[in-house]
């Protein structure tokens, strides 16, 4: 049974609510990770996938691709990995978010006097942090297999922060898709549907070889431009020559500019999203 809602009082400052909702969210974030401590298999599993894509792509593909202009593949697929990882990442949010909202967690919520937009901050706060782990244990696995980064310190730490970036805006996007699913079950069966995304893409093949339409697809996709941009900062082979598309030829904007729109767009969907879903 559900506990009667609570009469909230948010403060009368915008710096007040800012900070009611700061303070909500790191709480849930808290939340997040101690659930995490609970079921260990979740997290060992969410570790495992990608350095089993790391030794799956790099040794069986390997031998098989071309990198074009020349150079080690699995130098050229680690970027790869990692902007696919980043990307099938919002499908974990989603389910976490769909399975609060089918056990009756988000009504939960609703019940008490914490700030209405500190569930979704919380769930994606968790999301970011669970992913700086996930990237370290894959850039670990990485290096065993040869793969290195060759421009400095600072170009690696800007690439991460891409990375990061982009997977805490996606994370708002698998956040309002499971407030709207509101079903685990349902959720799970949205998973598939991630990876075409990942594949038609400049992450495992060049796009030079592809059918034109699908080449302009994959040239557009956000997927191929943070793995240009991971290249282009790891000095990772593979980065677009002559004739090519914007995103491929400014790839650090053009993943700079789509993480803008992924949080302009999800933030305030998803914050509504949670609010109507309690009246």
């Known amino acids: 049974m559900i506990a009667p809602a609570t009469s909230v009082t948010a403060p009368a400052t915008g710096a007040g609510r800012l900070r009611w909702t700061i303070a909500d969210g790191l709480t849930l974030v808290g939340r997040e990770l101690s659930r995490i401590r609970r079921q260990p298999g979740e997290l060992v599993a969410a570790l495992i996938f990608p350095a089993i894509m790391v030794v799956l792509f790099g040794y069986v593909f390997g031998s098989a691709i071309g990198v ?95 990375l990061a970036l982009m997977r805490y805006a996606l994370s708002w996007a698998g956040c309002y898709l499971g407030l709207m699913v509101g079903n685990e079950q349902t959720a799970d069966q949205l998973i598939p549907l991630v990876f075409p995304v990942t594949m038609l893409s400049n992450a495992f093949v060049p796009t030079g070889g592809m059918p034109k339409a699908l080449q302009v697809v994959a040239e557009w996709n956000p997927v191929s431009a943070l793995t240009a941009a991971c290249r282009d900062l790891f000095g990772n082979p593979g980065a677009p020559a002559g004739d090519t598309a914007w995103p491929l030829a400014h790839p650090v904007a053009a993943t700079l500019g789509w993480s803008v729109l992924l949080l302009a767009l999800f933030v305030p969907l998803s914050v509504r999203t949670y609010r109507r879903r309690g009246r």
């Open 68 to 162: 074009p202009g020349g150079g080690d593949y699995r130098e050229y697929l680690m970027p790869g990995l990692f902007a696919m990882v980043t990307f099938t990442s919002t499908m974990a949010v989603t389910m976490r978010v769909a399975g609060d909202a089918s056990r009756g967690v988000m009504d939960r919520f609703r019940s008490m006097p914490m700030a209405r937009s500190a569930v979704p901050f919380g769930q994606t706060g968790a999301e970011l942090l669970n992913g700086v782990l996930g990237m370290a244990v894959m850039a670990g696995v990485g290096l065993l297999v040869g793969w290195r980064a060759h421009h400095g310190i600072a170009p690696t730490v800007e690439a991460f922060a891409l």
